[in-house]
């Protein structure tokens, strides 16, 4: 079969962000745009001749021409074998479990996670090494470089073949393995917890709503939570993947899954509810009458893992991205095992979770996940609670009651200002950071600061340093807030703030989060002048 080299020139910003490439679907579909980027992974890691690489994605719009296109370019590059989703589907937890259960030298997830879908919608490429994780920033910004002077792509001239069915395809010399998405991820997953006492629960009556937001954890939470766990059918709540999301954000959080959250402080609500993102890697987890933070869900996971038969025998140590709260830092206390504070974003984790000095991982962003594979998985975290719920038999409220009596409450929430002009955004945070120095001592909105920094990182493992990664004040209380720009938006800049407080004294546990850090709010807005800058009287999502 013929193989053609196409010349290209170099597209501006192709630069992977918190989580790859991430852009309109419209502009990832202009010819050559997907071709070059890809072309750049390939020259980045050296090739992919003889290599065998997995491919699959959340089934957004393009998601399925995409991957015939990246299919021609891996035969055209000599790879070996491609293992792809049935369909074109692998949730971004399932691919890091295939990469790393068939020892394939990477894969390339087609996804843009919590962005919406559809031609209006955005589109994103990720990839993932031999160990299953995001690429690392040193790999990311080798691809970056390449696309910059990238000057042709090589691709098979064949028909995409036909994805719909198991089996093995050749496609010029290279061999493709369609796969059931599942069924690897699935027993994997079987091997870590008590599903036993998981039915057992179910069997007791226990009701829970899985809300797929018609991405691709649907066939996933039937498989498991329906066929295996024998959870009624109804559990499992717009369960078919769509290629626009059903015209819904695939973000879990109270406000982009506002019906779920309804449903679960109404009368009828069932024990449990969960919600994952586009790409199956977050969770969002609810309780009748009760939002759990994924700050609080980590600590929680990371105080009780070791009622899940995988987690038996203890955990290593726990790393949360530094915006996180603070609430696992006193379960890891508490356990005596090392904490890891790591910039935003999962790629931050692999070095930690390769050397085996850390077992849990999780961001406020409701990514948590564990050594089994090397991305966030919101399966896994829902598991990890049913079997958590399976052994203690509480509620959910109740749960975190006690857990807040024993470590106290860590209130937090996050304020997101979304699609701002990018050039005062830009300023407000440069501002902030000009004034670092002169913040210590200083009171904002009633609170006096105490210390003030930008903050940086330097891996433990690899040595590799990552500066900048968000502006963090801390006040004389303990109170602390973050800002940060967000590096997965495609339309303008996103400001996250994020702010919280250690509450130890029970009688104070009930209080709403947004007026138990509305003091924290207002200092922010007393020093970056916000809503003045941003022309916003308030954030687009609180969560
Ligand atoms: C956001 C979250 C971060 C997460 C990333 C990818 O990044 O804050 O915690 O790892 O999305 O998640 P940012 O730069 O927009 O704040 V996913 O599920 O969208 O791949
Ligand atoms: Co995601």
Not at 333 to 358: C, Y
Request: glycine fraction near 12%; proline fraction near 7%; charged fraction near 20%.
């Amino acid at each position: 079969m013929n193989i053609r080299t196409v010349p290209t020139l170099p597209i501006p910003g192709q630069k992977p962000g918190t989580s790859g490439l991430r852009a309109r679907t419209r502009v990832f579909m202009q010819a050559g745009y997907l071709e070059n980027f890809v072309q750049s992974i390939f020259d980045a890691i050296g090739g992919v001749a003889g290599r065998t690489l997995v491919l699959g994605g959340d089934g957004r719009h393009f998601c399925a021409q995409a991957a015939g296109i990246i299919l021609r370019m891996a035969a055209a590059g000599g790879a070996a074998r491609v293992i792809v989703g049935r369909d074109g589907l692998l949730s971004t937890p399932a691919a890091s479990a295939v990469i790393r259960a068939r020892g394939a030298d990477g894969g390339i997830i087609l996804s843009a996670s919590h962005n919406p879908g559809g031609p209006d919608g955005d589109f994103g490429v990720k990839f993932n090494g031999a160990n299953g994780g995001p690429a690392p920033e040193s790999l990311t910004a080798r691809i970056h470089a390449v696309s910059e002077r990238i000057a042709a792509y090589r691709i098979l001239d064949a028909p995409a073949p036909d994805l719909s069915r198991c089996g093995e395809i050749m496609l010029g010399a290279m061999t493709v393995e369609v796969i059931d998405p599942v069924a690897e991820h699935a027993a994997l997953l079987e091997r870590l917890f008590d599903f036993d006492a998981i039915r057992d629960l179910f069997a007791s009556g226990f009701r829970m709503r899985f809300d797929a937001m018609h991405a691709v954890t649907g066939p996933y939470a039937r498989e498991i939570l329906v066929n295996r766990l024998g959870a009624p059918e109804d559990t499992v709540l717009n369960g078919a993947p769509l290629p626009d999301f059903g015209g819904g954000h695939p973000d879990p959080n109270p406000t982009h899954a506002a019906a779920l959250t309804a449903l679960m402080s109404g009368p009828d609500a069932p024990d449990f509810a969960a919600a994952s993102d586009g790409d199956g890697d977050r969770i969002m987890i609810l309780g009748r009458g009760i939002y759990v933070t994924p700050s609080d869900s980590l600590a929680v996971i990371a105080a009780n893992a070791d009622l899940a038969p995988g987690y038996a025998d203890g955990i290593r140590g726990v790393a949360r991205s530094m915006p996180t709260s603070r609430a696992a830092d006193r379960v890891a206390q508490a356990l005596g095992v090392p904490l890891h504070e790591t910039p935003t974003g999962w790629k931050f984790f692999g070095s930690l979770l390769d050397a085996g000095k850390v077992t849990l991982c999780g961001e406020e962003s409701a990514g948590a996940g564990s050594d089994h594979v090397r991305e966030k998985d919101g399966l896994w975290a829902a598991l990890m609670w049913l079997n958590i719920l399976a052994r203690r038999r509480v509620p959910v409220a109740q749960l975190m009651a006690e857990h807040w009596r024993r470590f106290g409450r860590d209130y937090f929430t996050r304020h997101d200002y979304e699609a701002l002009d990018p050039a005062p955004a830009r300023a407000l945070i440069e501002d902030l950071r000009a004034a670092l120095p002169d913040l210590p001592g200083r009171s904002a909105g009633g609170l006096r600061i105490e210390a003030a920094d930008d903050f940086a990182y330097v891996d433990p493992v690899t040595g590799e340093r990552a500066a900048a990664q968000g502006v963090r004040i801390f006040f004389a209380d303990g109170a602390r807030a973050t800002l940060r720009l967000s590096g997965t938006g495609t339309v303008g800049a996103t400001l996250r703030i994020y702010m919280e407080r250690h509450e130890p004294d029970p009688a104070r546990h009930g209080l709403d989060p947004q007026a138990a850090l509305a003091d924290v709010a207002a200092a922010v807005e007393a020093l970056t002048g916000l809503r003045a800058r941003t022309g916003r009287q308030g954030p687009d999502v609180r969560s």
